[in-house]
């Protein structure tokens, strides 16, 4: 079974923090995205990669960096956390496109407050 | 770029009845359409998907659905729900050549006893 874990399930914050949120997945997957879930919205994609050290844009990465340094290991940094980034943040991972292995595999996600 | 409607935000349905959730997307070219569930609290969780081939598509929980092309749809169903299938549901849509997918906004499924 492909086991995507996130560092925290709850998370509190002051506002101006800097964040970090961990993810790991032990499936060797190729590509590993961040979502933030908002009621209403469904899931907007915040940032992808899809190589060590490779990343790029999803929809709204205004607020956010994210790193890559080993395949497992995906982190979403909020730089300076603000009001608005009060929301739950879901991991990604998949092994291919979306046309070929592209379902992607979820943690339980990170349900984040900043104050 | 491809997008993702689901038209009902809420669905109440009573145990043991059939249920079926919308889906309509928009892409120019082949879709590869999925369908997931998050229980409260929890990730998703796929339940099907298509890529090709027979237009209905079984998935796990006992769920179904049918891509239409001529309607740009891919609805889910059951035809009985249990109480354990009360949770949120997510279309999402992705393309051939590439490694993102689009969610929809989601429907929330409620079982009353």
């Known amino acids: 079974d492909v086991k995507v874990t996130q560092s925290s399930r709850y998370l509190v914050k002051r506002t101006g923090e800097k964040v970090f949120l961990e993810c790991v997945q032990d499936?060797?997957?190729?590509?590993m995205f961040w979502y933030r879930q908002d009621p209403g919205l469904g899931l907007r994609l915040i940032y992808f990669?899809?190589?060590?050290?490779?990343?790029e844009k999803g929809d709204i990465p205004e607020g956010y960096s994210v790193s890559r340094e080993k395949k497992e290991r995906f982190s979403l940094i909020l730089e300076s956390a603000s009001t608005n980034q009060t929301s739950m943040y879901l991991c990604?991972?998949?092994?291919?496109?979306?046309?070929?292995?592209?379902?992607?595999?979820f943690g339980p996600g990170t349900r984040l407050t900043v104050l | 770029a491809q997008s993702v409607t689901q038209p009902d935000i809420h669905i109440t349905v009573s145990e043991g009845a059939s249920l079926e959730l919308r889906c309509n997307y928009s892409y120019g070219a082949t879709p590869y359409l999925f369908w997931y569930v998050q229980s409260p609290g929890q990730g998703l969780q796929l339940l099907l998907k298509y890529f090709s081939g027979d237009t209905l598509v079984q998935g796990i929980k006992g769920f179904e659905a049918e891509f239409k092309r001529s309607q740009s749809s891919f609805n889910l169903r059951k035809p009985s729900v249990h109480w354990s299938d009360a949770a949120e549901y997510f279309c999402a849509v992705g393309a051939q050549n590439d490694y993102k997918l689009s969610f929809g906004a989601g429907t929330t499924v409620t079982v009353r006893a």
């Open positions: 499936m060797d997957h190729e590509n």
């Open positions: 990604a991972s998949s092994p291919g496109l979306a046309g070929t292995w592209g379902e992607q595999f």
């Open positions: 990669s899809y190589d060590v050290k490779m990343k």
